[in-house]
C-alpha cells in the first residue's frame, strides 16, 4: 500500500482551519484524507484515497475521494480526472477477486444526494440477486471494527 500522505496543504475543505493538520476542518473526507479522522484506507497516493465506506451498501463498499478539496465532478480539474477515474477503474477491477463478489456498481452524486460535499465515487460490490434494485441504496453495517479492517486488508492486497 501507498504510504498515506498528510498535511494541511493537501486538502483544505472550502472553511478548514487546520493549525499544523491536527485541526478537524468542516469536511470529514478532508479529514479523513489528512489522517485526522480514522478510516479503513485500502488505496492511498498522490491522485486519492480510497476508504471503507462507514455505513456500506455492502461490506467492502468502498469510496475513492480525490485528494484535492472538491464538490462535484464539474469541479475536479481536467488534468485530474484521468489519474481519478484510474483509480476507481483499478479498485472496481480486483473488487471481485478481493471479496468474492461476481462485479461491482459504480457511482457517483453530484450535490443531490450527496451526503458529503467531497466529490467521491462509491464502488460497490455485487452478486446476483443481492436484492439492490435502482437507486435505492439500503445501508449495512459491519459487525466490528476487526471486521472492517479485514474487509480493507483484502482490498488492499488486491491493489498491491
Not at 480525490?66 to 483499478?90: C, N, S
Amino acid at each position: 500500500m501507498a504510504a498515506l500522505v498528510t498535511g494541511p496543504d493537501l486538502c483544505r475543505g472550502p472553511l478548514a482551519s487546520r493549525q499544523g493538520g491536527s485541526a478537524i476542518s468542516e469536511c470529514i473526507f478532508c479529514d479523513v484524507i489528512a489522517g485526522v479522522v480514522p478510516a479503513h484506507v485500502v488505496l492511498a497516493d498522490d491522485a486519492v484515497v480510497a476508504f471503507l465506506d462507514s455505513r456500506p451498501v455492502f461490506k467492502g463498499h468502498v469510496l475513492v475521494a480525490p485528494r484535492a478539496h472538491v464538490r462535484t465532478l464539474a469541479d475536479l480539474p481536467d488534468p485530474a480526472v484521468g489519474p481519478f477515474f484510474l483509480r476507481v477503474q483499478r479498485v472496481s477491477a480486483v473488487m471481485p477477486a478481493a471479496l468474492g463478489c461476481q462485479g461491482t456498481f459504480v457511482a457517483a452524486n453530484n450535490v443531490v444526494s450527496q451526503s458529503v460535499p467531497h466529490l467521491h465515487v462509491h464502488v460497490v460490490p455485487r452478486t446476483k440477486g443481492d436484492g439492490l434494485r435502482g437507486f435505492f441504496w439500503p445501508r449495512t453495517r459491519y459487525d466490528s471494527d476487526a471486521e472492517a479492517a479485514e474487509y480493507a486488508e483484502r482490498m488492499r492486497a488486491a491493489l498491491t
